[in-house]
């Protein structure tokens, strides 16, 4: 993308999707690290983005009282560290805009921000102080704004807990920035200037739980932090023509804090994932923002976990769809040799199973009582079906076309009386003979030689019949002799091709079996790598929590410490039913998948036992 793009349209305070940016990331296939940058307008939020990207110039710049952003606008760029990953830059409208005059407008811009991205960053003027906190207000706003379950009771959810697992990672830039970073006299890191600014105070009242509020919500909402503080990149003279100033003309003081700006976003802003740890590519986040903004638009609350349902079932879809693809490919070479025998059919269509199953699992998530999976394995068994079968016909064409071309020079000879003589049957026999052994010596004949050679022997009896009993130089005897051997060999050829068919069911059964044991080998990965995805998810929350506990402690907040501790308690309690009742769950999916295959298996073994057991010709006896 060479220059930024609106993706949501701010207008008249309704916001609207631009149809140009969502096919743009529809179209993107890479996996996607998320940095949006909020603050209050003509803070120089979009000057960092620019540097983010790695331009000059991108997103607009200003350097009046009048703000240049409306909306949120995108800039996606290859990563600088990333192979294969797209950075997703979004700059947006700047907050308290005097033209707006909408504090809701505001709002929504900021939830939109916390939820389309990975890494937050807050841009400020000045220092870190109770009026710069204050005015970070959507904050205290979060739980209006935002659900992350779509529960229907009137049961709290669990707000800092919830939140904190699937927000972003937090960054508080400070511009012009111009006090020394040090307490009582003691030099401190931007970092623990930024910790110091949100320190609780003890007590209570009015005031003092007003202090308290928004600084609470940052720490509960934002456990990971982080905060860089700029010097002046200039004087003010020169400010209104930042973006024309060549790099050397900054104060290196600012150019350093830069530097270590965009390293950190580069080293440490990590994947956009969603509920349960799924990592997201472009076009998976063109679904999200879609979701988002057109629930917002209703004048809904966006819901994370609606919203995810909502992706997943398209993403499903879509790895169904590109799982059915790789199996048809995969495929196509093996049907361009039709008619082949059931040994190369077999291997080719195991492999392109394979390969579909495993296309899918790496791009299906909440994949629901496995609906989607169980929608591939039909798909592919329908495409598989129709694959046999036109192998099967290709093979009946071929036989029936040799034997027809074979039996050609016989079948004039019928016409014009050549075995209507004595010895006729003799030379008759040797001619049928002979196009039998032809036929077999034929390669490559498929899955149907045996079974058109007995249609074709069947249908000759007549014919030789009625040669037989005209022959003269044959004794009545030596007839009977004759017709038994006619019957045995008809009778070897059915047997023949009743072999034949049934070497084709074990097949099948063989191929299900294999089948059967990959697809639940793919499940049970599946399902332990998302286990460990939500365990580490919730790890991360659990010990940030733990931490914020400990600090509690340490500055004397007891009530608000055991509050924490209770919390604590609840949220490993909750995890531990979640992660059984989903145990639970898979095992029995798990289980119902093998009773269907044992009783696809079943059913196929009844039909052998039935083709083995069918009552064969018996041979004529010699009176």
């Not at 020394?180 to 003890?202: A, F, M, V």
């Not at 456990?223 to 010097?231: A, L, W």
Request: aromatic share 6%; net charge negative; with cysteine.
């Amino acid at each position: 993308m060479d220059s930024p793009i609106c993706l949501v349209k701010n207008s008249d305070g309704e916001l609207c999707l631009e149809p140009e940016a969502i096919d743009y990331l529809m179209g993107l296939k890479q996996k996607v690290v998320v940095v949006a940058v909020v603050g209050l307008y003509r803070t120089g939020k979009s000057y960092l983005m620019n540097k983010l990207a790695q331009r000059k110039r991108g997103f607009a710049l200003g350097a009046t009282i009048q703000s240049k952003t409306k909306g949120i606008w995108m800039w996606c760029v290859p990563h600088p560290e990333k192979t294969d990953h797209t950075l997703v830059l979004l700059d947006t409208e700047g907050l308290g805009d005097v033209e707006k005059g909408d504090s809701k407008n505001d709002a929504w811009i900021f939830s939109l921000a916390i939820l389309l991205s990975s890494t937050l960053v807050y841009n400020s003027r000045g220092t870190i102080d109770n009026d710069a906190v204050e005015k970070l207000q959507y904050v205290n706003e979060l739980t209006e704004m935002i659900k992350v379950k779509s529960t229907t009771d009137d049961e709290e959810e669990g707000e800092g807990t919830q939140f904190a697992q699937f927000f972003p990672n937090f960054v508080w830039t400070v511009r012009d920035f111009t006090l020394q970073l040090e307490i009582d006299g003691r030099e401190i890191t931007p970092d623990q200037y930024l910790e110091n600014s949100l320190q609780l105070k003890k007590g209570y009242g009015k005031k003092i739980n007003d202090y308290n509020v928004p600084r609470e919500c940052i720490r509960n909402f934002f456990p990971s932090r982080k905060c860089f503080v700029f010097p002046s990149p200039t004087t003010p003279d020169n400010m209104h023509r930042l973006d024309s100033m060549d790099e050397a003309e900054l104060s290196e003081s600012f150019r350093e804090v830069v530097d270590t700006f965009c390293r950190f976003i580069y080293q440490e802003s990590r994947m956009k994932t969603v509920i349960g740890g799924h990592t997201l590519t472009g076009e998976m986040l063109g679904h999200l923002v879609t979701t988002y903004v057109e629930t917002i638009a209703k004048g809904n609350v966006p819901c994370l976990e609606n919203a995810v349902l909502a992706m997943a079932k398209i993403e499903n879809q879509a790895a169904v769809d590109e799982g059915l693809a790789v199996y048809q490919k995969g495929m196509e070479d093996v049907k361009a040799l039709f008619p082949v025998d059931i040994n190369q059919l077999s291997e080719n269509h195991l492999r392109s199973e394979t390969e579909a199953t495993q296309t899918f699992m790496k791009r299906s998530f909440k994949d629901e009582n496995e609906e989607f999976l169980k929608a591939l394995v039909e798909a592919i068994g329908n495409h598989s079906a129709d694959l046999f079968k036109q192998n099967k016909d290709a093979s009946e064409n071929k036989c029936k076309a040799l034997l027809e071309n074979l039996s050609a020079q016989m079948d004039q000879g019928m016409k014009e009386g050549t075995y209507a003589t004595p010895g006729g049957y003799e030379l008759y026999c040797n001619h049928h003979d002979n196009i039998v052994a032809q036929y077999r010596a034929e390669p490559n004949k498929g899955v149907r030689a045996e079974e058109v050679l007995e249609q074709f022997l069947k249908g000759k009896s007549a014919e030789s019949n009625s040669i037989l009993q005209a022959d003269k130089k044959l004794t009545e005897n030596e007839k009977k002799i004759q017709a038994e051997m006619k019957k045995t060999a008809e009778l070897e050829q059915e047997k023949a091709a009743s072999k034949e068919k049934q070497a084709e069911m074990e097949h099948n059964i063989e191929n299900n079996r294999i089948s059967q044991e990959n697809y639940l080998k793919e499940m049970e990965e599946k399902m332990e790598k998302e286990r460990k995805q939500q365990q580490q998810e919730f790890n991360r929350t659990l010990d940030r929590r733990m931490q914020e506990q400990k600090y509690l402690l340490e500055m004397g907040h007891k009530e608000k410490a055991e509050l924490m501790r209770q919390e604590i308690e609840e949220i490993k309690k909750n995890n531990q039913l979640e992660r059984d009742a989903n145990t639970q769950n898979q095992k029995a999916l798990l289980e119902l998948f093998k009773q269907q295959a044992e009783e696809q298996n079943k059913k196929m073994g009844i039909l052998i036992e039935e083709l083995k057991n069918r009552p064969q010709i018996p041979p004529c006896n010699v009176m």
